[in-house]
């Protein structure tokens, strides 16, 4: 069992403050009333402080999907449909997905305190943005679930990447390449685009690596490079992501691979 799993039952007494904390509390129905502790900027984590994130990144993940969800006044079964497939994907145990389920319920209520709870989480990750990038993309996945993105969970999502210091450059960036990744590996929507034309093909796995089809072959190894380093798993958990989300770091370096691989192909022709 992962650690996480552990503290969630009741194993560890490792607390989380903060409105975090008290979403997590509810959840699992334990009072969390520790307040938030300072954070050292050292890249090496001690495992009170690792542990800490996992658990701040849990908690925010499945919460803020909910909110995000619920932005546009309904919530969509593909979007419930996603929340489960993204629990399944991280093989969570019964105890754990029924805590990601309430904080999932909690994020739609109206009194969630999304500012609050992403202001705790951004300081909880500290410098570790590959943190914060990866907590976006899932959460743009989530919002993109039915196959598109509408006007309400776009400036839902623009007004949290303004609290977690992420830029809208950074955004706009994220979803085209989130957008690509739909368009090459979409799940529920895969029959659509089986039929797409190779060339169609290559110019999305552009998109997928964010780099224009006349780039120099240095310049896309860079950023295929790149996009590797900051989804790679080991590097991830080692920041704090929950190794429960491994697999979800995985799948994305495997489809960024993919389109790497893609265009490596055609240019050899």
């Avoid at 080991?234 to 489809?255: F, H, N, R």
């Amino acid at each position: 069992m992962s650690w996480l799993g552990k503290f969630l039952g009741g194993a560890f007494g490792f607390l989380l403050g903060g409105p975090l904390g008290a979403i997590l509390g509810a959840s699992v129905g334990h009072h969390f009333d520790s307040g938030l502790e300072a954070f050292d900027f050292d890249e090496s984590l001690s495992p009170g402080d690792k542990h800490r994130i996992q658990t701040a990144f849990f908690t925010a993940t499945f919460s803020v999907m909910g909110h995000i969800a619920k932005a546009d006044g309904r919530v969509s079964q593909a979007e419930i449909d996603l929340a489960k497939r993204v629990m399944d994907e991280m093989g969570l145990s019964a105890n754990l997905r029924s805590t990601a389920i309430k904080l999932f319920q909690q994020g739609k209520s109206k009194d969630f305190p999304l500012d609050d709870a992403l202001r705790q989480f951004r300081h909880e990750c500290q410098r570790r943005t590959d943190l914060i990038r990866m907590f976006l993309e899932i959460q743009l996945q989530a919002a993109m679930a039915d196959g598109h993105l509408d006007e309400a969970k776009d400036k839902l999502l623009i007004k949290i990447c303004g609290i977690l210091g992420l830029s809208r450059f950074d955004y706009e960036r994220i979803k085209l390449q989130i957008l690509a990744q739909y368009r090459l590996y979409g799940s529920q929507h895969r029959q659509q685009y089986q039929s797409i034309k190779k060339e169609d093909n290559l110019a999305t796995a552009y998109e997928v690596l964010g780099v224009r089809p006349n780039a120099s072959d240095s310049d896309i190894k860079k950023a295929y490079r790149r996009l590797i380093s900051r989804h790679h798993p080991d590097k991830l958990v080692a920041k704090g992501l929950p190794e429960e989300m491994m697999t979800l770091a995985k799948e994305k370096t495997q489809k960024i691979t993919k389109a790497y691989e893609t265009i490596s192909e055609a240019r050899k022709k």
